[in-house]
C-alpha cells in the first residue's frame, strides 16, 4: 500500500496557498513544469539533460548543495542547457526536525554553488516560519501537484507512468528525482512520460518565477 498521494488535492492546495502547487495557466495552454530533484549525480542527471534535450523539454532542478558541490560540471551543465535551479538545502533536511536558523543555514549555504529564487522543501516538510523566512531571503516555495513517486522502490515504472497519465494537466509541476533510487524507475518512466505528454500536446517549461513576498 502506498502511503503518500501521487497527486495534491485541490482543497489542500488552497489551504497552503502561499506556496505554489501548480502555475496558472488556462486550460488550453498546454504546459508542464517538469522538476528533478536530489541531483546533481553523476550518470543520472547528465542522462536526464539528454532525454529533456531529445524533447527540446525545459526543466527545473532542485539540486541539494553538497551534490552540486561535488559535481560542479553537471550543474554548469544544467545551466547551459537553459533549465532553472532551485534550492533544495544543503543537506537534505526535514524542516520539521530543525530550528528555523538551521534550517535557514543549511539551505543559504546552496548558494556558494548556484543562485536561484526557488526553494522545494526536502519531503515537502517545511514550518510557516521557515518559509516565511526563505521568502524574506529572496526564494518562492515550490511544490508540486503531481508525484511520479518514482523513488518509491515497491513501484513499478509503470505505476509512475499511471499517476502522472492521470493527473497531469496544464500548468501541473511534476516531480521526479535525478537519484540512484528513483534510476530503475527514472529510465523509462522519463521517456515515456515525454513522449506521451508531447503527443497529448503539451510542452515542457522550466519554472520563472520572480520573489514575490509571501503575506503575513
Ligand atoms: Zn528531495
Redesign the pocket.
Known sequence: MRLYLDYIPKWYQLLMSKYHWSLKTSKQDKVVYLTF??GPIPGVTPWVLQQLEDYQAQATF?A?GDNARKNPAILEAILQKGHQLGN?TYN?LKGWEHSNEDYLANALLCENHFKSTLF?P??GRIKKKQARLLNQAHYQIIMWDVLSGDWDANRSAEDCFRSIRKHAKPGSIIVF?DSIKSWPRLKTLLPQTLEYLQNAGYRFEAIKLQNTPIAE
Open positions: 530533484d536530489d532542485f541539494i533544495h537534505h522545494r526536502p519531503y528525482h
